[in-house]
């Protein structure tokens, strides 16, 4: 039998799940630059800042 907790749904706000699935390429961009020492552009760090400060927020409103 497969442990209870792979079986347990965890409902969250379809905000928090929407913008963590977009916000994919910004991870992948913090994960080249960590692991591949890539060098990002202005307008890169930007979109990275972006959507984690857009994660966080969303994450708090809808928290209340």
Not at 46 to 53: P, Q, S, W
């Amino acid at each position: 039998k497969p442990p209870v907790d792979l079986l347990r749904q965890h409902n969250i706000p379809i905000a928090i799940a929407t913008s963590v699935s977009e916000a994919y390429i910004a991870f992948a961009a913090i994960l080249g630059v960590v692991f591949n020492k890539e060098t990002l552009r202005a307008h890169q760090v930007f979109g990275i800042v972006l959507a984690v400060v857009s994660v966080i927020l969303l994450s708090a409103i809808t928290a209340q």
